[in-house]
């Protein structure tokens, strides 16, 4: 199951872009977005990664 942003909280610092080992977050608008939803692994590494509690599984 991919994670959830919530828009709201992020604020694009980008680190979830960064340990994505599997590049399916970008930057979008100054904002994460899950560009490629149906290659996340699951591994939670952006959930970690975020200091603001952006992103939920």
């Given at each position: ?19 994505c ?15 490629r ?21």
């Open positions: 199951m991919p994670p959830k942003i919530n828009v709201k909280k992020c604020t694009g610092c980008g680190e979830c872009v960064k340990v080992p599997v590049n399916c977050l970008e930057l979008k608008g100054k904002k994460s977005a899950l560009t939803p149906k290659d996340c692994i699951d591994c939670r590494a952006c959930e970690v990664s975020c200091k603001f509690g952006t992103i939920s599984f």
